[in-house]
């Protein structure tokens, strides 16, 4: 059942990922509206507030956007309302190891 109690942010509706504005506990179903996108998302964890949550399917090595932006890519394949963080995306800019790649 849907929680207007429970708040998140998305930017663009290209963006894959949701951005919780509090706490956010399991199971909750959150509502986003962005731009002409109605969105209905079952969280499969809790999320923190100021952490991201998926709101589609995320293929490995695809790219992660938040507010029209890449912030890293998926190091593995992530479910709609699953907890997105540094356990399941990586970074790409300044790093050394992907120089060339």
Do not use: C, Q
């Amino acid at each position: 059942m849907s929680d207007n109690a429970y708040r998140a942010i998305m930017m663009k509706k290209m963006d894959n990922v949701a951005t919780a504005l509090g706490d956010i506990p399991a199971g909750t179903v959150v509502e986003l509206l962005v731009e002409d996108l109605s969105l209905s998302v079952a969280l499969l964890d809790p999320i923190p507030f100021g952490h991201k949550f998926a709101v589609n399917p995320i293929a490995e090595e695809e790219d992660i956007l938040k507010y029209g932006e890449v912030i890293g890519m998926a190091n593995r394949i992530i479910k709609p309302g699953e907890h997105v963080h540094v356990h399941n995306l990586d970074g790409k800019r300044g790093r050394g190891d992907r120089v060339g790649a």
